[in-house]
């Protein structure tokens, strides 16, 4: 049995299993995570390998591009005249939206097809294809870290952490969504709910668990909003 990669704890245990992956759970900090946990090199091939959604043309782009121009308003006291990050941009649409508010905007993606797309579609901001080693050797940081659906895919939590906190200016606001595995709409047997799909996602969060992973890594979670379905949303300041 693993220890936790977000409290270090060894008293972790079996959870469930589902499509031939078994996932562990910490008793200490909740995290739940598949265990063993693949290398990303092997998760990567979902994301870089002729992945659909990305060409000829972005899927549902029109409804993406509506729902982050209704996001912009959140954003926006922490963007204003800001640099700002989309970490896991995908098509680009945060990233557009961002630029119109932002000094800089720029959206990075792992996949090389969705970087296209973004880039012949939104020639405002500045789109790369990166990796998180890459992004270690990076000099630049940001004011603003918009980072939706990302954190449960990644292999290495601490290593998307450490990314995190290299990239962000002092006092960089961070944003994240991922879901909720201490939300209440979440099916008793966890193996039921529609995103625990490995190895799609690999890991899972609860408020308390977010709170702790983000303290350690110099952070502090000033808001947790409201969400009716069982996805975390929080802003973290880097302290
Ligand atoms: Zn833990």
Redesign the pocket.
């Known amino acids: 049995m693993a220890h936790?990669a977000?409290?270090?704890?060894a008293?972790?245990g079996f959870l469930a299993e589902k499509n031939g992956y078994s996932f562990s759970r910490?008793n200490?900090?909740?995290?739940i995570f598949l265990d063993p946990m693949p290398a990303q090199e092997e998760l990567n091939i979902q994301y870089t390998d002729k992945n659909k959604e990305a060409e000829p043309t972005y899927n549902k782009a029109g409804s993406r591009l509506r729902r982050a121009w209704v996001k912009l308003p959140r954003f926006f006291p922490y963007a204003w005249t800001k640099n700002t990050l989309d970490l896991g941009c995908g098509g680009g649409f945060i990233a557009h939206v961002l630029s119109m508010v932002a000094k800089t905007s720029t959206g990075i993606d792992i996949n090389a097809n969705a970087v296209a797309y973004a880039r012949s579609r939104f020639p405002r901001p500045v789109f790369l294809c990166k990796s998180f080693t890459e992004l270690l050797e990076s000099d630049k940081q940001y004011d603003f870290i918009y980072s939706s659906e990302v954190i449960e895919h990644v292999s290495n939590v601490n290593l998307f952490m450490s990314v995190l906190q290299h990239l962000a200016a002092p006092q960089a606001h961070i944003y994240i969504t991922t879901p909720d595995s201490g939300h209440p709409k979440v099916p008793r047997n966890i193996s039921q709910w529609d995103v625990f799909t490995p190895p799609i996602h690999v890991q899972f969060f609860s408020k308390k668990?977010a709170g702790?992973l983000f303290e350690r890594y110099g952070f502090r979670i000033v808001k947790f909003y409201k969400n009716k379905k069982p996805g975390l949303i929080f802003l973290a300041r880097k302290i």
Do not use: A, E
Request: proline share 0%; charged share 15%; net charge negative.
């Open positions: 936790c977000v409290c270090t704890s008293d972790t910490c200490v900090c909740d995290f668990t702790i």
